[in-house]
T-cell receptor, first 111, second 115 residues
């Protein structure tokens, strides 16, 4: 399968703590994206990192990409209860036109 | 919220029936992709349409078919429904040529239950 895999599958932290989620994939990519999903509804795009980039920031989000290890991480700093959701990494592989999603990390932020 | 809309929100069908799901893409987007998300899983790519032509297909049988219209809205049709077709069906549009480069904008999804 070309799907990525996220680690951990579930994460529970206290409000104010940082949350780190990891994603691994198998094939060369054009870019890697992180999405958020609340309660099984539509996905919201968070951040995109291209294969020639190593780190990207957006507000409280920090994404890193290591193409040699075929892995990425998403860091959410100073978490809030409203960050509670499922987070998915999705890759656009070289030669493909679509997103390949990982299995997701379920994040719970306890107030 | 994105400008992508889907209808209906929820649907209950019986095994063997046919279903049509609809998606209106965000203004200016010419690429629409459909995904199936089973409970507790990540979305799985069904197919993509670019300027009314199918532009890639995932590992789904031919009973999953689609259309894209001149206004770039799209339909997903599923024939001979099976119990395993129960899932959240997500539509996503993108402005990029062939949807390869950038982010995709997802609709809220249609929850299909097959009994």
């Amino acid at each position: 399968s070309q799907q990525g895999e996220e680690d951990p599958q579930a994460l529970s932290i206290q409000e104010g703590e940082n949350a780190t989620m990891n994603c691994s994939y198998k094939t060369s990519i054009n870019n890697l994206q992180w999405y958020r999903q609340n309660s099984g509804r539509g996905l919201v795009h968070l951040i995109l990192i291209r294969s020639n980039e190593r780190e990207k920031h957006s507000g409280r989000l920090r994404v890193t990409l290591d193409t040699s290890k075929k892995s990425s991480s998403l860091l959410i700093t100073a978490s809030r209860a409203a960050d509670t959701a499922s987070y998915f990494c999705a890759t656009v592989f070289v030669g493909a036109n679509n997103l390949f999603f990982g299995t997701g990390t379920r994040l719970t932020v306890i107030p | 919220e994105t400008g992508v809309t889907q209808s209906p929100t929820h649907l209950i069908k019986t095994r063997g029936q046919q279903v049509t799901l609809r998606c209106s893409s965000q203004s200016g987007h010419n690429t629409v992709s459909w995904y199936q998300q089973a409970l507790g899983q990540g979305p799985q790519f069904i197919f993509q349409y670019y300027r009314e032509e199918e532009n890639g297909r995932g590992n789904f049988p031919p009973r999953f078919s689609g259309l894209q219209f001149p206004n770039y809205s799209s339909e997903l049709n599923v024939n001979a429904l099976e119990l395993d077709d129960s899932a959240l069906y997500l539509c996503a549009s993108s402005p990029s040529a062939r949807g390869r480069e950038g982010e995709q904008y997802f609709g809220p999804g249609t929850r299909l239950t097959v009994t």
